[in-house]
């Protein structure tokens, strides 16, 4: 049995991501592989204590790049599952909340 603590694996955080938490006011999410829009609406409105207008997944492929000496060699990053979250008007994450 899996519960609300499981489905958020952490916050990702970057220069698109920055802006769409200030203008557009969506944050995004890394979750499980078995996390569905309503799971991750319950545990972003548990954990955080807001109201969720909108979901959106999406399954990230993994990426292969080569290491700088060895050409050869690949290397592999893993696949990874991605939820953006859009909150009510008004409503903020304080864990996005940085340097203003």
């Known amino acids: 049995m899996t ?4 489905v958020l694996r952490r916050p990702l955080v970057t220069e698109k991501t ?3 938490s200030g203008k557009l006011n969506q944050y995004s999410f890394e979750v499980a ?4 829009r309503t799971t991750v609406k319950d545990a972003v ?3 955080y204590d807001v109201k969720v207008t909108r979901v959106n997944i999406i399954n990230a492929p993994a990426k ?12 592999r990053k893993n696949s990874m599952k991605k ?6 008007e008004g409503q903020t994450l304080q864990i996005f909340e940085g340097v203003q």
Do not use: C, K, P, S
Not at 3 to 6: F, L, S, V
Not at 33 to 36: P, Q, S
Not at 65 to 72: A, D, S
């Open 64 to 75: 292969r790049g080569r290491r700088l000496r060895g050409r050869r060699l690949l290397i």
């Open 83 to 88: 939820a953006i979250v859009t909150l009510a």
């Open 33 to 36: 592989d078995f996390a569905t």
């Open 45 to 47: 409105e548990t954990l």
């Open 18 to 20: 920055n802006f769409q």
């Open 3 to 6: 519960t609300i603590y499981d």
